[in-house]
């Protein structure tokens, strides 16, 4: 519940969803995968809540939803929610107890697991204790501020009569008067008076509280942490920093699901044909513009095809785009003769 906390999950979140699954030799999984894993979330919806559970959990347990052949017809990720390791003759079982009070055990044969900082045990990740210090010092900063903030604002000074024995209600009197002639907006002038019974005495209060400097330290603490910088959050990552943020923060997760999911869905047989599941994501749309249009060289080298180049620059695809033409192909210099 830390805003800055939020804020990095989402950031690995949001860049983990942009991902694709990639299953050449398994069409409709692939469909499946990308569309509508299962009745509530689209292929986006569903990366994006596999990386948050990842991230505030340390594990993320994925239900495989099979028909009665075996084949995998959705895919849950599991709430946050008590998890508890059971076996049961020879076979283990994770049991998972939902916040409604129901309850689901898996075979393990049907989760796919991911987990992070995988130390104390052989199934679940450690639990972010590491990460508390920081989060409630950066709460605590924050009340601290806005308590100054309040104090400063609320006390300006002390109202001191020299006549004796004042009741409780003669002192209230006194102050209520004192603010309603000159601490209210009718006093334009800003000028008070008083007789020689009353004495006024302003207070500057300036209460100690954290430097910007210290609240930068406790945020670089929590971003560091969850691998992530300004830059990522503010989505300023371009060309050689994005390539280091993708490869440290976003493939290692990619790769971690997609290998759980070929193992779990396909069988000894089926991964010896090849059946493999990965996911990718285009690096090159985070290129700046000027490294965009010199990828055109690359379509003339046949690297590229002209509908790949166009993707990059948010433009639609073209009809023949799709095959790999170099410039002196006679099929773009139709009519003109090849050079030597």
């Known amino acids: 519940d830390n805003a800055v906390a939020r804020t990095c999950i989402h950031t690995l979140a949001e860049h983990t969803s942009k991902a694709n699954a990639i299953c050449r030799s398994d069409p409709a999984l692939e469909k499946l995968i990308r569309v509508r894993p299962n009745l509530y979330m689209n292929g986006k919806d569903f990366l994006y809540k596999c990386r948050t559970l990842y991230e505030v959990n340390n594990v993320v347990f994925v239900y495989l939803n099979r028909d009665e052949r075996g084949k995998v017809i959705s895919l849950y990720p599991i709430p946050n929610c008590p998890a508890e390791a059971i076996e049961s003759d020879g076979r283990l079982f994770i049991k998972f107890t939902f916040a409604d009070g129901t309850k689901l055990t898996a075979p393990w044969s049907d989760l796919l697991r991911v987990p992070k900082h995988f130390n104390k045990s052989d199934i679940f990740g450690d639990t972010n204790d590491a990460l508390t210090t920081d989060l409630e010092l950066m709460d605590t900063t924050g009340q601290g501020m806005a308590n100054a903030i309040k104090s400063t604002a609320n006390l300006r000074g002390i109202l001191k009569s020299t006549k004796a024995m004042l009741s409780d209600e003669d002192v209230k009197k006194q102050k209520d008067r004192f603010v309603a002639d000159y601490l209210s907006l009718?006093?334009?002038?800003?000028?008070?008076?008083?007789?020689?019974?009353?004495?006024?005495k302003?207070?500057?209060?300036?209460?100690?509280?954290?430097?910007?400097?210290?609240?930068?330290?406790?945020?670089?603490?929590?971003?560091?942490?969850?691998?992530?910088?300004?830059?990522a959050i503010q989505g300023k990552l371009f060309g050689d920093a994005w390539e280091a943020f993708y490869d440290s923060a976003i493939e290692p997760f990619l790769i971690a699901l997609g290998l759980e999911l070929t193992y779990k869905v396909y069988t000894d047989r089926q991964r010896g044909f090849g059946n493999e599941i990965m996911f990718e994501s285009s690096r090159m749309n985070y290129m700046s513009m000027t490294d965009k249009l010199k990828l055109v060289q690359l379509v003339d080298r046949m690297a590229l095809t002209p509908n790949e180049w166009r993707a990059t620059l948010n433009l639609p695809p073209v009809e023949g785009g799709d095959e790999l033409l170099y410039w002196q192909n006679p099929k773009i210099n139709e009519g003109q003769e090849e050079p030597d």
């Open 186 to 200: 009718e006093n334009s002038s800003g000028i008070a008076m008083l007789d020689s019974t009353v004495d006024f």
């Open 202 to 231: 302003a207070v500057d209060v300036k209460p100690e509280i954290a430097t910007y400097e210290h609240v930068g330290q406790l945020r670089e603490n929590i971003y560091r942490y969850f691998g992530v910088s300004e830059d």
